[in-house]
């Protein structure tokens, strides 16, 4: 079993920055691709960020490349999202996952409130 604990998030103002961290427990996840996704009020969970197991490979959604930077310490079993020059429009619960033998894991999420 997998549990993922994200932290980090809060109330910043338009322009700001926030760290995010996804720790996990109960297993090694140093062998899995990971990624951070977020969910709106009235809308559907989207994809935001994907870091490959290595770190080496990154992905980014259109609307955050640039001012998101994904980011992995295997050995602490823990994956980071450092958010940047915030928008009002990236307000949402932020939440990690991992796909580990065909079954995703998620954590509980944590908000992000940007005020403008």
């Known amino acids: 079993q997998v549990q993922l604990v994200e932290s980090g998030g809060g109330l910043v103002q338009a322009g700001g920055s926030l760290r995010l961290s996804c720790a996990a427990s109960?297993?090694?996840?140093?062998?899995?691709?990971m990624g951070w996704f977020r969910q709106a009020p009235g809308k559907e969970r989207e994809f935001v960020a994907g870091i490959s197991w290595s770190g080496g490979s990154t992905d980014y959604a259109n609307s955050v490349k640039g001012r998101f930077t994904i980011s992995r310490d295997n050995a602490k079993n823990t994956v980071y999202l450092q958010m940047n020059s915030l928008k009002p429009e990236d307000t949402a619960v932020y939440y990690c996952k991992v796909r580990v033998m065909l079954s995703d894991y998620w954590g509980q999420g944590t908000q992000v409130t940007v005020s403008s």
């Open positions: 109960g297993r090694t996840l140093s062998r899995y691709p």
